[in-house]
T-cell receptor
Framework: KQEVTQIPAALSVPEGENLVLNCSFT??????LQWFRQDPGKGLTSLLL?????REQTSGRLNASLDKSSGRSTLYIAASQPGDSATYLC???????????FGKGITLSVRP | NAGVTQTPKFQVLKTGQSMTLQCAQD?????MYWYRQDPGMGLRLIYY???????DKGEVPNGYNVSRLNKREFSLRLESAAPSQTSVYFC????????????FGPGTRLTVT
């Protein structure tokens, strides 16, 4: 059974810092991996989708990498801002019908 | 283009009551999903519909039923609500069962007393 782990559960950084959020998964036979953002009391917003054949994907200040063989993905946030404060979830597509398995998320707080 | 919409946004039920959560998408997606999100448990799949006319159980289906009414709409029914079903429920959709990007609705916050 696929398991997705995100450590630490919470992170607090000063504004302007570059940071890396980690995601690991137990079964490397994944199709794709998706990073989401969730603001308190809101739904999930898709940030980046990395195809299994890709090594990384970029959108603005965000860069996500994927290493299938080691079962790891990272989300890099450049020049963090208070508006980046949210919970970031990693999810992998595996198995029949490519169902998503989610990590529990990392709650990020960016201090002004 | 509203994406994925859910109704209601909030609901309070008494134990044993029934209700239906509604979900609709306007992206012409084939596949639709229902998840629940609980503190410390993350998001867990309840049921999904790979395409119109089909439904399948996910990780935590007990106590729920679903109906794929048409391509746009996928409802989740609680026949006899229990306090353990207090949660935030999210509907999601994507183009198909391949590894396509998944889009989420805003959620329904359900409390069962």
């Amino acid at each position: 059974k696929q398991e997705v782990t995100q450590i630490p559960a919470a992170l607090s950084v000063p504004e302007g810092e570059n940071l890396v959020l980690n995601c690991s998964f137990t079964d490397s036979a994944i199709y794709n991996l998706q990073w989401f953002r969730q603001d308190p009391g809101k739904g999930l917003t898709s940030l980046l989708l990395i195809q299994s054949s890709q090594r990384e994907q970029t959108s603005g200040r965000l860069n996500a990498s994927l290493d299938k063989s080691s079962g790891r993905s990272t989300l890099y946030i450049a020049a963090s801002q208070p508006g980046d404060s949210a919970t970031y979830l990693c999810a992998v597509y595996t198995g029949a019908n490519s169902k998503l398995t989610f990590g529990k998320g990392i709650t990020l707080s960016v201090r002004p | 283009n509203a994406g994925v919409t859910q109704t209601p946004k909030f609901q309070v039920l008494k134990t044993g009551q029934s209700m239906t959560l509604q979900c609709a998408q306007d992206m012409n997606h084939n596949s639709m999903y229902w998840y629940r999100q609980d503190p410390g448990m993350g998001l867990r799949l309840i049921y999904y519909s790979a395409s119109e006319g089909t439904t399948d159980k996910g990780e935590v289906p007990n106590g729920y039923n679903v109906s794929r009414l048409n391509k746009r709409e996928f409802s989740l029914r609680l026949e006899s609500a229990a306090p353990s079903q207090t949660s935030v429920y999210f509907c999601a959709s994507r183009v198909g069962t391949g590894a396509y990007e998944q889009y989420f609705g805003p959620g329904t916050r359900l409390t069962v007393t």
